[in-house]
């Protein structure tokens, strides 16, 4: 049983749904997103609630009942609200700028770092230490914030470079921690 597939999704006002076959698109304030799902699972939409239904209790498509289900709140979720993901930079001389809608870091290195945002991302930098990634798709704002991430990943010794916001990062004592 899959308790997360099995829960019904429920349409906020303003928000448009549309399945054909295996391709779903979500309209809302925000934007549109489009995706294709597994030809297993079946989306049905009554009403404002949408259901995912498997046919049968295979293992693959048990795997696939709750991801299906997550991938589709997910899009309606973003086209509402949009998602954000907050990175912090520590390091002397490390900071951000937007330039335009192109991300420039310096971080240490003998030039800028610029990042270009992908279509439907963009960078907000309240100040020279902070970068917010934000965007429709989930998926995305994740994966563009990673990227960003490794441009200069946090070191653990002096903890130097991008972090996420609410990430932790180990310290480790170095040379004068071990006699």
Do not use: C
Not at 27 to 47: A, C, D, Q, S, W
Not at 74 to 89: A, P, R, T, W
Not at 110 to 122: D, L
Not at 128 to 145: C, P, S, W
């Amino acid at each position: 049983m899959s308790r997360i597939g099995n829960k019904p999704i429920t349409v906020p006002e303003g928000v448009e749904v549309s399945v054909n076959e295996n391709h779903i698109t979500v309209k809302g304030p925000k934007g549109t997103l489009e995706t294709e799902f597994h030809r297993n699972m079946k989306v049905n939409i009554e009403g404002n609630t949408i259901t995912v239904v498997r046919p049968n209790d295979e293992a693959e498509n048990k795997s696939l009942h709750g991801l299906t289900r997550t991938l589709i709140n997910n899009m309606i979720e973003g086209v509402v609200h949009e998602f954000k993901v907050e990175l912090e930079i520590n390091g002397v001389g490390y900071r951000a700028q937007k330039k335009g809608n192109v991300l420039v870091m310096n971080l240490g290195y003998s030039h800028p770092v610029e990042i270009t945002p992908p279509e439907g991302i963009t960078f907000d930098v309240p100040d020279a230490n902070h970068i917010t990634v934000r965007g429709v798709d989930k998926e995305l704002v994740g994966q563009t914030a990673a990227v960003v991430r490794t441009k200069r990943p946090p070191e653990v010794y002096r903890g130097k470079g991008i972090k996420y916001v609410t990430e932790h990062i180990r310290r480790k004592e170095g040379k004068s921690g071990k006699k």
